[in-house]
C-alpha cells in the first residue's frame, strides 16, 4: 500500500497558544503557533505534551481541526476525569506554552485527488478531523460532493455549529440530535441507524468514501452499517475515539 | 528542555514505573482502536495460517482449539498512550504453531481478516513471548477486540497484537505492515517508547 510515512524523526516542538474559541460548554478550539510546522493532511492528529512546574509530563494525541495550509489548530473536548483535556479546555490562555510532535497518521486522511463522493460520519467530537477534511475541500477548491452525518447529544453540543450551518456549495449537513432536541426540531433524534444510513449516505453504486469518527459504539454500528449498505470495507475508514483517553 | 505550561499539575497517580512504560497512563477501559469495520468471519471458515516456511501449515478452527492452550496474566500498551494492566487471557502459544513449521525466516508479517499486517522478528513470537488468544478475562474474544481471535504479544505496543489474525507470512526481511508503513515504528518496544519512525 501507498505509505505515507513520517519521514525522520518526529521532534517535539514548543507550541504558543494563539486564539482560543469556545465551541461549545465542553469543546475548545485552540490555535497552535509552531515555529517550524512542516504542515499536514486532512484528518490527521497531533501528539501535545504539558510539562508542570514540577518536571512532571502528560501526552495525549488529538486530531487536527485546521485544513493544511492553515495555522496548526486543534479542537478538544473536556472529559471530566481527563488530565491533559481539562486543562487545555478550560486552563490555557493565549501565550501560553506547550509542545507538539507530528503530524502523525497517514490512513485516516483525505486528499482533493482522492475524490468522492464522500460520506464523513462524526460522533460528538469526531467532527473534528472531518472539519478539516471540510475546509480543505473548498481550499482547495475541489467540487466532490460531501454529505456529513453529525450526531450529537443536543444542539448545545454542536460543535463548529456555525461554520456547518452554511456549508460549502456541494456539502450536505444532516444533523441528529440523540438526547434532547430545540423545539420544532425537524432534524433525525435518534441515534444513527440502518434506516438513517439507507436515506443519507451514497449508494454503494456510486463509489463513494466514508470517513467514520467517533466513540467505539458509534464506529462500530456506522462502519457495520455501511458494509450491509454494501460499502466495500476498504472504502469505510475509521477512526475512534475514547481510545486516546483525552 | 521542555517549557513549563503555565497552570499544569499531575492529576493522576503516579504509575508505577516497573509496571508502565514512560508516557503511557493506567486505564480501566478496553479501548478500541482500529481502521475499518469490524470482520465477522464464521468459525466454519475461519483457519490459521503459516507460510512461508518448506511447507504451508493451516489450522481449522477445531484443529486450531484441538491444540494445547495457556492461560495468562498480562500487562497490555497502547500507543495511543493507555496501559491496561492485569488483563487475563488464553490461547495457544507461537511456540506451539510455529514447532509445526520448518523453516529459516527471521521475520513474520502477520494477517488478519480485514487486510491488517504487522511485522515482527520471529524471535519475538517464541519462548513463552506469543500466542494466538482466543478467550479475554474468561470469555470469548469480542469481535470488536479481535475476536474469535488475535494476536497477542503484549511485550510491543499493542497494534503489533493483530486482531482477527489469520496467520503469519515468514519472510527474510522485516518488511512493514499497516502501520508501520504509515510512519509507526517498525518494532514498537514500549518500554523504549518506540512510538513512531525513528523513536
Redesign the interface.
Known sequence: MAGTAVRGRLTWQTATVGRVTRETASAVTLSLSVPDWPGHRAGQHVDIRLTADDGYQAERAYSIASAPGEPLAITVERLDDGEVSPYLTEEARPGDQLEVRGPIGGYFVWEAETGGPLLLAAGGSGVVPLRAILRYRSLAGSSVPVRLLYSSRSWEDVIYSTELDMPAYGVEVIHTLTRSQPPKWHGYARRVDRQMLTEVAWPAADRPLAYVCGPTSFVESVAAGLVGLGYPAGRVKTERFGATGQ | M???????????EAAPADRVPP?Q?V?R?F?????????HTALDRWSFSITGGREPKSWTWDEFRALPTEKLTTDIH?V???SKLDTTWQGVSLDVLLAAVEYESRYALAFSD??YTTNMPVADLLGGKAWVAFNYEGAPLGA?HGGPARLLVPHLYFWKSAKWVRGLRLRDTDE?G?WE???YHIYGDPWREQR????
Not at chain 2, 521542555?2 to 493522576?12: A, D, L, M, Q
Not at chain 2, 479501548?31 to 470482520?39: E, F, I, N, W, Y
Request: hydrophobic share 20%; proline share 12%; with cysteine.
Open positions: 521542555s517549557p513549563v505550561s503555565r497552570g499544569f499539575h499531575r492529576k493522576r508516557g497512563y486505564t477501559d479501548p478500541v482502536l482500529s481502521a475499518g469495520p469490524t470482520p497502547c495511543t498512550r493507555w480485514g487486510g470488536e512493514p499497516f508503513n504509515y510512519g513512531y519512525a525513528g523513536d
